[in-house]
């Protein structure tokens, strides 16, 4: 067992665009569980858009990380010293402890113990984890999905984007993705399989766009991205429309004076548009029967997904500040050990 | 019976406030109910802010009027001549035929029959017509209002408002109005019994204002201004927070580029707030328990409301110009003939 691990501590808070020099790699001493406590060494730890929320000081709602704290993330692990009668030596977890090797927890942040479903465990913070769930709670309770429906989703090609795309072509809907360059849009149309697929980067009216590749409006508006993409779709949303906010990954290094204001609101009375949001932990006690129907939709090919792995807890800010510039795509996962499932 | 009648047509497509010249009075030849149509003589026609969306060019949405057609109003009539098994003369009856003396129908426009309930018959196209039908239906299908609430509503003075702000007191929520003067928040906090009446052309910082005012957050924001309202109020919306999407006042006199656009929309996924608008004829199955539930509070004292009288159909597009305004509040109607019930 080794006796130290590295984290990844906030160095200083973020302004626009997030720099190597805004993060440090701290080398600490393992702990030693108390009673009730375990501790896990990990396997991945996420690289999520979201986090970018609580790297800035003078947001409104959610306070920002304190300077030297770890970085958030979700994480696959594997239960190296248990004094908690729930968890056994060896057991493969999934947690959220953040942009570190090592996780100690008394049960916090534990979100789900991983089953053999045979499929590669880093599946339980992609696809079964939180992105997905929010794809799948997004879609299902916000949207209120049903078959023959056109939805739009936009950044089409992310983890939540695509797997939300997916589950509605599952759910039998009309689905239009947005993404950026022609590599992301080719990978929705001839892979998974998106009636539409719309590259953002390559019209000079991207509205009029939307709007012919969907004659028939739009019932369910997937946003990802933020107020823009929503001030653009809002004319054109059907009686009874649903906007689900699932991220607004086009703010998160945005001063809060520069957010594109929605001025499209109109439709909310004329054609009763519905917005909401949603974050995913509300609906904890239903993911059990999610993950079963997201793995059998995983299993029968109906959903796929990308992932890029970058070797060490060191790479975590370098895969995190490539998120956003939008090169790679699918999802980004930095692997601390050795994968035993593939 | 008169062989005449009187209609305000548009003239011409306003831009900014409503003025004289944009009306014009036709007088027509009174027509013969052919089988199957029924004629009422109109005793009030109503003067609605909503009616400015369809008197400009260039909306999204909803087709504007044509030049020389009748401005839309709900009227309180009695039917004179009736080839409709449905109608006998001599009834009163609530319909939507404009600006109008004399409303032709085969059933089209037709909104309820006027039952003796102990109310002024005007109160059908006020408290029981579509303004306080928006109101209930607003808090109570939208909004899905319970006891204990925060419940703020905009343009509070108004007749939406107002009515808005007093079934919510009638729940047994707290509830805080906002207006423009010190006579409305007067009205307000000492005739209506509100908890709390801001007049936001008393302070410098509206927001700070607010926020000191509801120290608990808001439940239910009922919005008939805006999106510079809602914009305002979001940062104070609490977990699962309701925006009730009623009207949008301030934009109806505003070029589709003057519109503020939103821009606090973070609080949809911190706070998982819904914000949603409605148009009553959706609950119209409803709207006798409505109607029965509203007088009930409106015999009791529960719900009051002001109304401001004109004599004289020329008298609509000045009562038209006076709401935008502001100087006045309260049901605006012009009235036709003596009202038999008062």
Known sequence: MNKTYRRVALASYLDGLPRAEDFEIVEETAPEPAEGEFLVRNVYASIDPGTRSRLSQGQSYIPPLKLGETVGAFNIGRVEASRNDKFQDGDLVACAFGWTELGLSNGKGFMSKIIDNGLPISAWIGVLGVPGLTSYFGLKRVGEISAGKTVIVTSAAGMVGAT??????????????????????????????????????????????????????????????????????????NLNGRIVISGQISHYNQREGDIHGIRNTRAFITHRVRMQGLVVFDDIRDFPEAQAELAGWLLNGQIKYREKIYDGIEQAPQAFREIFEGKDFGRHLVRLLPDPSV
């Not at 022609?182 to 000079?204: F, N, Q, R, S």
């Open 164 to 237: 939300a795309a997916q589950i509605a072509k599952a759910l039998d809907c009309r689905v239009i993705g947005i993404a950026g360059g022609p590599v992301k849009c080719a990978w929705l149309k001839d892979e998974l399989g998106l009636d539409a697929a719309i590259d953002y980067k390559a019209t000079d009216d991207l509205a009029a766009l939307i709007k012919r590749t969907c004659p028939d409006g739009v019932d369910i508006l997937f946003d990802n991205v933020g107020n823009a993409s929503v001030d653009m779709i809002l004319p054109l949303m």
